[in-house]
Nanobody, 115 residues
Framework: QVQLVESGGGLVQAGGSLRLSCAASGSITPLYHISWYRQAPGNQRELVGSITSSGLIDYGNFVKGRFTIGGNTKDTVYLQMNSLKPEDTAVYYC??????????WGQGTQVTVSS
């Protein structure tokens, strides 16, 4: 059973940085892809970015160079967030798909950006 555990959330002032990590376990092979989503109160969950097992990375339109995804889908994927804004406040979730199409979610980590 694949498990995803996020860490690294917290409170930061606007303009600051945070690094989130998503630790994946329980899969013999690298997962097909791992994605970061976020959900602010009252909003729908939106895609922040994703990385595939081959290292292809894609970002949501709002990222605009402020966030960077790295790592690998076998062990740990991180999300480096710079120049944070109050509107980045949300619960950030790790999501993964395996090669059989099964989907997994982490429990989420809160990111709060104060103005």
């Amino acid at each position: 059973q694949v498990q995803l555990v996020e860490s690294g959330g917290g409170l930061v002032q606007a303009g600051g940085s945070l690094r989130l990590s998503c630790a994946a376990s329980g899969s013999i092979t690298p997962l097909y892809h791992i994605s970061w989503y976020r959900q602010a109160p009252g909003n729908q969950r939106e895609l922040v970015g994703s990385i595939t097992s081959s290292g292809l990375i894609d970002y949501g339109n709002f990222v605009k160079g402020r966030f960077t995804i790295g790592g690998n889908t076998k062990d740990t994927v991180y999300l480096q967030m710079n120049s944070l804004k109050p509107e980045d406040t949300a619960v950030y979730y790790c999501n993964a798909n395996d090669w059989d199409g099964r989907e997994y979610w982490g429990q989420g980590t809160q990111v709060t950006v104060s103005s």
